[in-house]
Nanobody, 115 residues
Framework: QVQFVESGGGLVQAGGSLRLSCAAS???????IGWYRQAPGKRRERVAT???????DYADSVKGRFTISRDNAKNTVYLQMNSLKPEDTAVYYC??????????WGLGTQVTVSS
């Protein structure tokens, strides 16, 4: 349906913060959107989701540290990441929460947290 472009990743020390952006190529106002991450050798996991009405959900590992938000006028979803830990190191992606098996994934953005 739309393509997603992730940005905002970088290198940060443990305890630091980053804000990721997910820019969609079209309207996502009716869709639940999630942030996902994949570390080397591990499966992709969902870290946060936000519904069309703004309801949010978080993985236990990031609860209290990460905040997902959206700006439908900009077709953009954000992930504010605070108190980062080395375990948060991964490539971060955004996508529809509800998607078919043929769903495409963007390039993601690398987040590296040093100890």
């Amino acid at each position: 349906q739309v393509q997603f472009v992730e940005s905002g990743g970088g290198l940060v020390q443990a305890g630091g913060s980053l804000r990721l952006s997910c820019a969609a190529s079209g309207s996502i106002s009716l869709n639940s959107i999630g942030w996902y991450r994949q570390a080397p050798g591990k499966r992709r996991e969902r870290v946060a989701t936000i519904s069309s009405l703004g309801s949010t959900d978080y993985a236990d590992s990031v609860k209290g540290r990460f905040t997902i938000s959206r700006d439908n006028a900009k077709n953009t979803v954000y992930l504010q990441m605070n108190s980062l830990k080395p375990e948060d190191t991964a490539v971060y992606y955004c996508n529809y929460v509800l998607r078919g098996p043929d769903a495409s994934w963007g390039l993601g953005t690398q987040v590296t947290v040093s100890s």
